[in-house]
């Protein structure tokens, strides 16, 4: 446990606390996709507010259908990937994460959630090692020196 909440504190410490703020709102997402109907931007809208409030199974299908509405709209794609990481969907988050800077390379707020995301699986593997008693004694103590190495390194 003592690992984990070193690892837990270096990952605070390696990502700026940036909250979401203008870069999420209706006028940015309308700004950066000129194409985006009112619907869609009403959807964006309001999943934005959702995730604010910290209401991510709200989110979640609000970004979905603006998704639908918008299929290669980075904002909604971040956002998406966003709420699907705070409700535990790593994997999906991780693909829209790509996606979203595939389309906007230079996006910061895509970066940094990639970023978050890629220390989420990290600690979730190190949970998984920690579970299999000492079988894993090994791997979970490589695991936890390589991250305290990168957390130095940045």
Not at 47 to 73: I, M, T, Y
Request: glycine share 4%; no cysteine; charged share 20%.
């Amino acid at each position: 446990m003592k690992n984990v909440n070193l690892l837990l504190i270096t990952a605070v410490l390696l990502m700026p606390q940036m909250a979401m703020a203008d870069d999420t709102s209706t006028n940015a997402m309308a700004a950066s996709n000129p194409t985006a109907t009112p619907q869609t931007v009403s959807l964006y809208d309001q999943g934005v507010a959702a995730s604010q409030a910290n209401d991510f199974q709200k989110a979640l299908p609000l970004f979905e259908q603006a998704l639908r509405n918008d299929p290669n709209n980075p904002d909604i794609l971040n956002m998406l990937a966003h709420t699907q990481r705070k409700i535990g969907l790593l994997d999906e988050s991780l693909a829209n994460y790509k996606k979203a800077l595939e389309l906007r390379p230079n996006f910061p707020e895509a970066h940094e959630y990639l970023g978050e995301a890629y220390i989420q699986a990290a600690l979730l593997e190190l949970q998984v090692l920690k579970s299999d008693g000492g079988n894993a004694k090994e791997q979970l103590e490589d695991l936890t020196n390589f991250i305290k190495d990168a957390a130095q390194k940045a």
